[in-house]
Every structure is written in C-alpha cells, then in structure tokens.
C-alpha cells in the first residue's frame, strides 16, 4: 500500500467515440503542479491509458503522440436506443483499475471531467472510490461541474454518494515543496506529448461556446513562463510534440505569441506544435503564417463553421481564404492543414453543411465535422430546447453530440452521407497533396 497525501484521478469516458486527440485532463494535472510545489506527495491514475501493460489488447497509436483508447462495449442509456451506433466504456477494464487504485492509501482523492454528458464515468468511478475508500475526501472539479452542478449535487445525494467536496479540504501536504508547479505529465506512464496553454478565454462571443462562461473573458499568460515550460519538457523528458489548448492563440499576436516563436526560432527547438482547438484564421497573415511553420507548427485546425448561414462574426470567407493562402505559401501542406465544419445545430440545413464541404475542398482543405453539443448557459442552449427531441435542460446525458441533441428528427441517413462526404474529401485533398 503506498501512503500518499493526494491520488488524482482521470475517470472513464462512456461515450460513441472518444479518440485521443491530444486528450488530458489538463486542469486536473495543472492543479496536481500547484499543489506537489506546495509540498503534497501525490499520485496519478489514467483510467484511460493507452500504455497500461495489461490492457487486453493494445490501442493503436498513430503519428504525433494521438491514437486510440481501449474500449469495451457496454448497454446504451435508454433513450439512445434509436441512435444506430455503439456505446462504449473507453480505458482501462473494470477490475484493472479497481487494482490500479487499490495500491494507494490517500488522504483525499482528486478527480475532474470535462464534457457535461461523460458524467457516468464519473459516477462509476465515485461508486468505486466508495467501495475501496469509504469516506475518504473526494474533490470533483473540471468544466461538467460548473456548468452543470446541481446536477452533480442531486445525482450524488439521490445515490448515497454525497462524500464529494467541491471546496476545500483539511489535508496538510507531507512532503517536501518542489521548485517547479509543471502539470503532472511526468506521472504518466508514458509522455506522448505535452498540453499548452498561453492565454485562457476567448474574446468572442459565440453562441455555441461556453468560454466567456467558463473563463469570463481573455487572460494572456507570460509568455517567458511558456516558453521555459517548453524547454523544460523538451530538455528534461525529450518531448517533441507539443498541444495547445487555448481558445484564441492567435489573438494579440504581437505581443504574445510572436515573441515566443521567435524565441523557439532562436533556440533552435525541434519541437512539433498541434491545435487540436481551431485557430482563429482572421489573425493569420503572411508574418504570422511564417512563424507559425518555422517554429514547428506540424497541425494547424482553423475554425470556420460555415460559409453562408453564419451566426458568429469570428471570421469571413474571404479573410478564412486569404489565411490558407497565407498558410500555404509559407509551406503548410494540405496533410497539415484542416477547417472545422460544426454540424447538428439547432434549425440545421443540411444543404448548407454540404455547401461548406464543398467550399473547403475547393480550396483544397480537409474538413473536419465538429458535432454540435449543447453547452448550458449559451444562445444556442436556448434554442436547442426548442428543437431538441429530449429534454436537455434536466439531463446532461442528452449534451451528448453523438446523438445529434439539437435536432427534432435526426435523418441518420443523411448524416451519414454527410459524414461519409467530409471523410471522403479528407482523403482526396491529402493524397493529392
């Protein structure tokens, strides 16, 4: 039994698809950073590691440090019984991650999840804490609990689980402080590649995001910090590839990240930088697209939504067509390029998704479909109690985009041409590049 102060935990996803994209918990190992500076002796398990040696069978992984998660298949909730798709519990079998964690003996237990209708993960997780635990303190963060609390709070009363402390808690860290607060990377198994962030919000506000919300608006972070985090992963556990999380990385450029690439130029870094969430095309010009390629830049997805219907003012056809221009003329091939279309919003026009496709593969784009998912406390929240078949204002399950929430009757076969269209031209634009 190894005696720790505090055990961080990423939970199960039980979900139709889950992939990793460059998927961490990043709060959670951010917040493990902070308090191991303190002097907190703690530990890590990834219920979702895809280098558990005892994994059945070992998930495929592909370029960049992404690939897949194991996966079992398990019961859909009942009201998804129309969907005509699978559902899954993603990460490590049962009884692997009950002896996981059973080789601890913490003071407090420190979990969080991110997307609102993932929550039965959680809940799994919190009956087994329970079990091998009993009343010792849990601490459920991530964005599910902000915007959907009370949620949390009468599901784990009406179940018996009511030992989860949002707040605070009595432990005192036993250990030595440490000099660096680094998210907790190191307490993986492997490091395929670390997360980023340089800022944290956004200044837009569109209807379908939840960052304003979350965040309460844009804040910069230094941008020497960054980059001394950078060599520190890059010089200290030889990582190369490297994600950025922010919501507007592009925004004020000149200031924030234009300093730091120049720096990374400067140093000589030969690091590889992903952006699995859509960059701004309106702040890419030919400076910023220069820097952008040669300071390592490998992925870059913008965000587009739609050419004609548009419902946010983020960018417009012409500035989206002058930034892949941009792109490609300081050397981003189309395999490193790529645009997110968002599908199944409220009122959809399927003629108009179709539309963007098309505009996407003319300008030889890959395009990618980010299925809309109802976020609480946004415009198109709103609109979706409208349209949607459930009720999503009671149940964070029916957030989940998978099953198209927004749409009174989805035509699952139209969405599947569509999805079959955008996968299609992935592949045409890439091998012909």
């Known amino acids: 039994m190894i005696e720790i ?18 998927l961490k918990p990043y709060g959670l190992l951010k917040l493990g950073g902070i308090l191991r500076k303190k002097g907190y002796i703690i530990s890590y398990v990834d219920l979702l590691d895809p280098f558990h040696p ?11 440090g992404i690939g897949h998660f194991y996966k079992e298949p398990i019961p859909k909730p009942a009201p998804f019984l129309d969907v005509p798709r699978r559902y899954f519990r993603y990460g490590l079998p049962y009884e ?7 080789k601890y003996k913490p003071k407090a237990i420190l979990t969080s999840i991110t997307m609102t209708y993932w929550y039965p993960g959680l809940f799994t997780l919190l009956e087994l804490l329970r079990d091998i635990f009993g009343e010792i303190p849990v601490f459920v963060g991530g964005i599910y609990t902000k915007l959907a609390f009370d949620h949390l709070k009468l599901s784990l009363e009406k179940g018996g689980l009511w030992n989860v402390y949002p707040i605070t808690c009595k432990v005192k860290p036993s250990g030595i402080p440490q000099e660096a ?26 209807p379908y995001c939840a960052s304003q919300k979350l965040h309460g608006g844009f804040k910069p972070y230094s941008s020497k910090e960054v980059l001394e985090e950078i060599i520190f992963w890059h010089k200290t556990y030889n990582v190369v590839d490297f994600a950025f999380y922010d919501d507007a990385l592009l925004y004020d450029f000149k200031n924030r990240m234009k300093p730091l690439l120049e720096a990374i130029i400067d140093l000589g870094l030969k690091v590889r930088f992903h952006t699995p969430n859509a960059v701004h095309a ?10 952008l390629k040669l300071s390592g830049f490998t992925t870059i997805r913008l965000g587009l939504e739609r050419v004609g219907k548009r419902f946010d003012s983020k960018v417009t056809s012409e500035e989206f067509i002058s930034a892949v221009a941009c792109l490609k003329r300081a050397g981003f091939r189309e395999e490193n390029l790529g645009a997110y279309v968002i599908f199944g919003i409220p009122y959809e026009d399927y003629e108009e998704v179709e539309r963007t496709l098309h505009f996407l593969f003319e300008l030889k784009v890959p395009p990618y479909l980010a299925e809309f998912s109802p976020v609480p406390g946004t415009a198109f929240f709103k609109l979706c109690k409208e349209t949607s078949r459930y009720p999503i204002d ?9 099953v198209f929430p927004a749409v009174k009757k989805p035509d699952w076969e139209k969405i599947q041409a569509i999805k079959n269209l955008a996968r299609e031209m992935r592949r045409k634009i890439i091998s012909s590049s």
């Not at 998210?183 to 962030?197: A, C």
């Not at 009671?394 to 998978?402: A, G, L, R, T, V």
Request: charged share 30%; with cysteine.
């Open 394 to 402: 009671e149940d964070p399950i029916f957030h989940n985009k998978s």
């Open 282 to 291: 309106r702040f890419i010009d030919e400076e910023v697209a220069k820097l």
């Open 54 to 64: 005892e994994l059945p069978k070992k998930p495929k992984r592909k370029a960049f």
């Open 5 to 22: 102060d505090l055990l961080f935990i990423h939970p199960w996803i039980y979900d139709f698809s889950a992939h990793d994209f460059w």
């Open 96 to 102: 692997l991650a009950k002896r996981e964690l059973s």
């Open 181 to 206: 607060d680094y998210p907790i990377f190191d307490l993986q198994r492997e490091i395929p590649y670390i997360v980023l962030m340089t800022s944290e919000g956004c200044p837009y506000h569109c």
